[in-house]
């Protein structure tokens, strides 16, 4: 895998993370864009390139800078070897978790919700 590849797929897993966060699916995120949910499966993927245009239009769609895509990367990051799927990519069911407690007031049953998933996190 080359470094644009390697970018490619690196911005597909925040594009995954970002539309996981608004909870849209594939195919919602593909009606706000006007392209066939393939297309976005296949930038998830890291399949296909996106293009400048494109990536602004994603961020708008999800409400992210365009800079959220390259936030944090170096050179080291998107060189050949570099592993993004097992190392910083954070599993759906997280992602949803995060922004269902996000959803939440802030008070007491926020807070006890908070302290029960640190709880069993620190039980496993």
Not at 9 to 25: C, D, F, K, M, S
Not at 39 to 53: A, D, H, L
Not at 80 to 101: K, Y
């Amino acid at each position: 895998m080359g470094v644009t590849s390697n970018l490619d797929a690196e911005i597909g897993r925040r594009l995954r993370q970002a539309r996981l966060a608004e909870n849209l699916t594939q195919d919602g995120l593909a009606q706000r864009l006007g392209i066939s949910f393939q297309q976005v499966q296949k930038y998830e993927n890291g399949t296909n390139r996106v293009s400048s245009s494109r990536l602004w239009a994603i961020g708008n769609a999800l409400g992210v800078p365009v800079t959220y895509f390259f936030e944090g990367l170096d050179q080291t990051d998107i060189s050949p070897g570099a592993d993004f799927d097992d190392e910083n990519s954070l599993p759906d069911r997280t992602i949803r978790v995060a922004r269902m407690l996000n959803e939440m007031p802030d008070g007491d049953v926020k807070d006890r919700v908070f302290g029960l998933i640190k709880a069993f996190s620190k039980a496993s």
